[in-house]
């Protein structure tokens, strides 16, 4: 495993998690939380198997 899938697997989780507590603090919507985090899974996947 590369370091730059190392990065992949703890980024990801990090920016989940920062969407679902701006969800809970009412400054990011539903929508944008739910965008970000399927954006964020997809071009981590993405990115991960193109290593």
Do not use: C, E, H, K
Not at 31 to 42: I, R
């Amino acid at each position: 495993m590369t370091d730059a899938q190392i990065g992949l697997i703890v980024a990801t989780p990090i920016i989940i998690v920062f969407a679902v507590v701006l969800n809970r603090m009412d400054v990011l919507q539903r929508a944008g939380a739910m965008t970000a985090v399927v954006f964020s899974v997809a071009i981590a996947a993405v990115l991960f198997l193109n290593q």
